[in-house]
């Protein structure tokens, strides 16, 4: 930074954190220099109630469990000297808020800030707008507030450089910034601004290939950390110094070890118990960053529009949505809330940004602008701001240099993508013959990924859920279930089944009542992770009488049954005869066992989604539950001399809650909860599960009449004999057994498989975002020939021949 010194003799300089660098390094050349560094939002805070942690842990402990981020943003608000002027709800909860910390000592003003200022001219520097400055400090005793005058270049940028793709808009930006540091720009000086972290892979691989890296963007939360998974099971079984011992012990290095520890210990016991300490763990490290390894010699990323003085700044992506910048209202005051207290609202500050980029946009600081059409899966749109501001929109600039090692890598990439992907074959692709792409471009084998085997001679468990997994799509497989990268926040349906099944297991328990066992289901899934939003909080209410419904269900049909025998929430963990070492674990929702004289049972498994059970998916261990389930009832002692004559899917939640114009409310209510699944073809027995087994009910696709059931298409693959039973159960087994013996080999191909309308691995993978297969990788499933023959035709649900 060249600029003169006396100019900030004597003043309070308020400069965006990005500038301090230059004024610290111009002190330090001339020590003699008496200036005061401030940011506006330090100066503002100076003048504010002042608060400490200990402020934020006090909001924390409310007995209402106000939410970390609720919480943080409350503090902010507080800290405002004209919270009391407020009159909304929200203002008037956040004034009692306000009593009480400052009654508690917690809220609390600097002595007279002002003095800090008194006498020293106050400098702007790279701020576009006074107004918030002035606004809070006045007119103190001799004091001006002055602006550190922004240089304008003598023929600032014309153009925008558009480019079809992000490799050629790349490689146009690594030669002009390679061209820079030639001519001598020190690399500290050189910026970037406009690169989201989608761009974050192909700079690394432009790097290095230009000799110079590019500070990375992407940000990976705590929370999702290895270390912080560990760390939050150890704290729920072993307490705080047990957790942190263990977290030590297993991330001696980690950066992120002293972060956790002094988080977990200022926040340990804030919400009283371990397991609501650990939801608040949870809430504080989805604000926290990963550590980052310190970077030097690399072009930074700019984090706002203000650069510092000398510095060279290249912007790209100069699209709609992008720039301009607008800022949200969102959080916890609305604008007008912020507006009445005195801070800054979405719109201010989207102005203020605006300004400072259009400063930005006259500067000679800014040495190129570019855009891209396409790229990252979506098109993109030329800024507002490029006619606005005059700037006209240049197609491909070429330029009379090249510092790339491998030149012409990146646009032969970019050609191949066109020619691969669109069938557009570019005349350029003739002249890069010779050159060679971009090392392993299109060469991942996507049938085969060698992994390093798993031979583990230790027990293995297996549940038909990661086993769907598996047979679904290896890869993803791997990343679930052996690397454990899993996302851990759970969705509302996932939450939603947990209260249902709480709610139906608990029927059967003495002196069951609806409202009570509700009431205390969702309380349990509160306390496990965190309460309901107001959205699902809405919902809620219409989701309780659908369970109540369901309920009333059960209870109707159930309640006909002869000797009825439930075994609810059943755990089992069976070792498979022929490999001991393998253990087939899982959980049923429920066996009820049934019939005097003869006993039977069948085995149910309550669904609130809309997955049924498909036996023509069986074979491909796509649709393995209830069949192992089977297996396990069948190998359970408390089961012997009963006799399987049903494989059902309980349905708790209709695929629509709307009722159609062509049924009655009764006729809807009766259908949806119908039992989904396979029963024997044995009419005693169903009689004694169904009494209304002539037209049921109670189970899906059952009717009889003078002949036995009826064969109509869509139940005639229901019906079962006691030894269809026994072997869809031991081809459970078998599929386990081979799922065991691949998975110990390391085969986890990237092969996801579809089959008709029925199953599609991607369609809800949670790994979609980092796995790029091709099209062709989808393995198309074809129905075998017996199961043609007997494909179902339509649903039967109603049918009364």
Avoid at 523 to 528: F, L, M, P, S, V
Avoid at 593 to 602: D, V
């Amino acid at each position: 930074m060249s600029f003169s010194g006396c100019f900030y003799d004597h003043a309070a300089v308020l400069a965006p954190l990005v500038r301090h660098e230059g004024f610290l390094a111009l002190k330090a050349q001339d020590p003699s220099l008496d200036f005061a560094l401030y940011t506006q939002e330090e100066v503002e805070a100076m003048f504010a109630y002042q608060s400490d942690e200990r402020a934020l842990i006090s909001l924390l402990r409310r007995p209402e469990k106000l939410p970390y981020a609720y919480a943080r943003e409350a503090l902010q608000a507080l800290s405002s000297p004209n919270l009391q002027k407020g009159d909304t709800p929200t203002l008037q909860t956040l004034q009692g808020y306000f009593s009480e910390l400052l009654s508690e000592g917690l809220l609390y003003k600097i002595p007279s800030p002002e003095r800090s200022f008194e006498g020293r001219s106050v400098i702007l520097s790279g701020y576009a707008d006074g107004s918030r400055i002035s606004g809070i400090l006045g007119e103190l005793h001799n004091m001006a507030i002055a602006f550190d005058a922004e240089e304008t270049a003598p023929t600032p940028i014309q153009e925008v450089a558009a480019f079809p793709d992000p490799y050629e808009e790349l490689h146009y930006v690594y030669n002009r910034i390679a061209r820079d540091l030639d001519g001598g720009t020190p690399i500290e000086d050189i910026f970037l601004l406009g690169a989201d972290a989608s761009y974050d892979p192909l700079l690394e691989e432009f790097s290095k290939r230009y000799g110079f890296a590019v500070a990375p963007l992407a940000r990976r939360r705590l929370f999702d950390a290895p270390i912080y998974r560990l760390f939050r099971g150890a704290y729920l079984g072993q307490g705080l110094e047990g957790a942190l011992s263990e977290m030590r012990r297993a991330f001696p290095q980690s950066l992120d070890g002293d972060v956790l520890e002094r988080m977990a210990r200022r926040y340990d016991g804030v919400r009283g118990s371990g397991f609501e300490s650990a939801l608040l763990f949870d809430e504080i490290t989805k604000t926290l960053d990963v550590a980052k390894p310190s970077l030097a010699k690399v072009v930074r990323r700019l984090p706002g529009f203000v650069a510092p003085k000398g510095a060279h700044v290249y912007l790209l992506n100069f699209a709609m949505g992008a720039f301009p910048h607008i800022v949200k209202e969102e959080g916890l005051l609305l604008d007008g809330e912020r507006s009445l207290i005195g801070l800054p609202t979405s719109g201010e500050l989207t102005a203020t940004a605006l300004l400072e980029l259009n400063a930005l946009l006259v500067s000679p600081s800014l040495k190129a602008i570019t855009y891209k059409a396409t790229g990252f899966g979506r098109d993109y749109y030329p800024s507002s701001l490029g006619k606005r501001n005059g700037l006209a929109l240049v197609e491909n600039p070429t330029l009379p240099y090249e510092y790339a090692h491998d030149k012409g890598a990146f646009l032969l990439a970019s050609l191949l993508d066109e020619k691969e992907d669109y069938l557009r074959e570019d005349p350029r692709l003739e002249g890069l013959s010779q050159v060679s792409a971009v090392p392993g471009f299109r060469s991942y084998d996507y049938r085969y990924t060698p992994f390093r085997p798993l031979l583990s001679e230790g027990t293995r468990s297996y549940s038909p859920t990661g086993l769907k997994t598996f047979y679904g799509c290896p890869f993803a497989y791997y990343l679930a279930s052996v690397l454990k990268i899993e996302e851990e926040e759970v969705s509302f349906l996932p939450r939603l089944g947990v209260v249902f099944h709480a709610v139906l297991e608990s029927l059967y328990r003495p002196g069951f009542d609806f409202e009570v066992s509700w009431g205390e289901s969702k309380a349990a899934e509160e306390a496990a992770h965190g309460p309901f939003s107001a959205k699902e909080e809405a919902l809620l209410p219409r989701l309780k009488d659908e369970c109540a419904l369901a309920v009333a269900f059960y209870r109707k049909h159930e309640g006909m049954i002869q000797a009825l025998a439930v075994s609810p929430e059943g755990r089992f963990a069976l070792p498979a005869p022929a490999q001991p070492q393998v253990i087939f674990v899982g959980q049923y929702d429920k066996i009820v066992t049934f019939g005097e004289g003869h006993p039977y049972f069948c085995v149910l498994d309550y669904k609130t989604g809309g997955e049924r059970f498909h036996e023509e998916l069986l074979s491909y261990g796509l649709s393995l539950q209830l069949p192992f389930y089977a297996y396990a009832a069948l190998h359970d002692p408390a089961f012997e001399g009963k006799e399987l004559v049903g494989l059902f899917i309980g349905p708790l939640l209709a695929s629509s809650l709307v009722k159609p114009e062509n049924r009655t409310l009764e006729e809807f209510n009766a259908s949806k909860f119908k039992l989904d699944g396979v029963f024997a073809n044995d009419l005693a027995a169903m009689l004694a599960l169904d009494p209304s087994a002539h037209q049921s009910t109670f189970i899906k696709g059952m009717a009889y009449g003078d002949k036995g059931f009826r064969n109509y298409a869509s139940a005639f693959p229901r019906y079962k004999k006691p030894a269809d039973f026994v072997a869809m159960a031991d081809e459970a087994s078998a599929l386990t057994l081979q799922a065991d013996e691949r998975i110990r080999a390391g085969d986890f191909p990237v092969h996801p498989v579809k089959y008709k309308a029925l199953f599609n691995a991607c369609e809800r993978c949670q790994f979609r975002d980092v796995c790029y297969r091709p099209e062709e990788a989808v393995r198309e499933l074809s129905p075998r020939l017996d199961e043609e023959e007997t494909e179902e035709g339509t649903d039967g649900e109603d049918v009364d021949e």
